[in-house]
């Protein structure tokens, strides 16, 4: 690399070293003796001065460069007690990597504000802003985090397609391509697919992935492509799937706390790991009823709905046993009550950010279950089919990465949660 260090490798104990950084030009202040350049880089910011009688005379000249200009720099660490980072670096050589060529659109530094249509529209800016940086470090340790986990309880990694012949949980909200000759679908979600691999043998699979969902929606919380991480495992029920659920949010949630607290503190947020408590869709229900809030039996809960769950409840909820006719068919309904299905979703700080359930793993049973929704049986045939050979019983769940990321980092609009997001409206970039 052209850089010896990032920012965050440098401090006071280099006092007299040489190093090169590099990265974009923050702020720049000039004064009759001193100027002044903060340098960003992905781990942060540190402090470059050029002296005039210290610094080469053209070396200051060309540090008087436009905000965001891509610089390489050379200097020597001077330790500084006076500087809020307890050092500062005193430039020896200062390149313009790229000269800026255009006008950036928005100030960076935050303290103009920029409506977020702009941003996105302007994301390689965007980034560039504290905020985002810190929502998208914190992503990181999201997936890294739901990957470290599920691989040391012994479960498999596996890939399965996004693109698919027939809509893999029935209904309209799908988009179609053309496949060649023929007519194909983007997949809603891996849930046939891992499904398949239960049943090959592999008893524990997880896996993120992309999916998406049609939904002519324009609300603050919906995504047309959303990144799921999902698991599935065999010789499993419901309460099985909640316990690695539960703790999966948690060892997440704590690794964040560990790792990302600078970005924690860059959003002002002060996260606590959950203790998730477990109660009934007709507990929540009653409970609902009689706060005021309007929900019969047999309804799926509103966005209004989840909310006062978080009220009542607090941060982390685990809502179960939900109506059969209100989940999806593949949902197992109980066997002393066909009206209520092994199901359940995850509330977290009053989103749903989770959804599972034990499935239906009798081929009669899942074609019953089609028809009591007018789904047509046909392009599920390859699914129904391998459930004649053999098939465990099982259970899974899916997280929603960006939403998961939006209530742990506070943002209000899931779009700043997707680093290119794709609603209704937006395809660029």
Not at 232 to 241: G, H, L, M, P, S
Not at 245 to 272: M, R
Request: net charge negative; with cysteine.
């Amino acid at each position: 690399m052209i850089k010896s260090h990032y920012t965050n490798q440098i401090d006071a104990s280099m006092d007299g070293k040489e190093v090169t950084l590099a990265g974009w030009v923050n702020e720049i202040r000039e004064t009759s003796k001193v100027t002044f350049l903060i340098l960003r880089d992905m781990e942060g910011t540190a402090q470059v001065i050029g002296k005039k009688g210290v610094t080469p005379e053209d070396v200051i000249k060309r540090m008087a460069l436009p905000k965001e200009s891509v610089v390489l720099i050379k200097g020597i660490v001077s330790a500084n007690t006076e500087s809020k980072y307890g050092y500062e670096i005193i430039a020896r050589d200062v390149e313009d990597l790229n000269p800026i060529s255009t006008m950036i659109p928005f100030e960076v530094t935050g303290k103009v504000p920029a409506e977020i249509d702009v941003r996105l529209d302007n994301r390689h800016v965007d980034l560039r802003r504290k905020e985002p940086s810190a929502i998208f470090n914190i992503e990181s340790t999201i997936i890294e985090s739901f990957v470290g986990i599920t691989s040391r309880n012994g479960f498999r990694h596996i890939r399965t397609p996004s693109i698919i012949e027939d809509a893999s949980e029935g209904g309209a909200e799908v988009f179609k391509l053309k496949y060649f000759e023929r007519e194909a679908f983007l997949a809603q979600s891996p849930q046939l697919y891992k499904q398949l691999a239960v049943i090959g043998g592999i008893e524990k699979v997880a896996m993120v992935m992309p999916a998406f969902r049609a939904e002519k929606s324009n609300t603050t919380s919906h995504l047309t492509e959303i990144t799921q991480m999902d698991v599935e495992i065999a010789f499993a029920d419901a309460d099985d799937a909640i316990s690695i659920l539960i703790a999966t949010i948690k060892g997440i949630i704590e690794k964040i706390i560990e790792k990302n607290g600078p970005d924690l503190e860059k959003l002002g947020i002060k996260l606590i790991s959950p203790e998730a408590k477990i109660v009934t869709y007709e507990n929540a229900v009653k409970s609902l009823s009689e706060k005021g809030y309007k929900i019969e039996t047999g309804e799926d809960f509103s966005r209004e709905n989840e909310l006062a769950i978080y009220e009542i409840f607090g941060d982390a909820v685990v809502v179960k046993d939900y109506p059969t006719k209100v989940r999806a068919f593949y949902s197992m309904p109980k066997k002393d009550n066909p009206e209520i299905s092994e199901s359940y979703d995850y509330i977290y700080k009053g989103v749903e950010i989770s959804s599972g359930a034990k499935r239906i793993n009798d081929a009669d049973m899942l074609i019953r279950a089609l028809r009591s929704r007018e789904i047509d049986t046909k392009p599920f045939d390859f699914y129904i089919n391998a459930f004649r050979c053999g098939a465990p019983p099982h259970a899974g769940w899916s997280i929603g990465m960006e939403r998961l990321a939006m209530q742990i980092t506070g943002a209000k609009n899931i779009r700043e949660c997707s680093m290119f997001p794709r609603d209704r409206k937006r395809l660029v970039p």
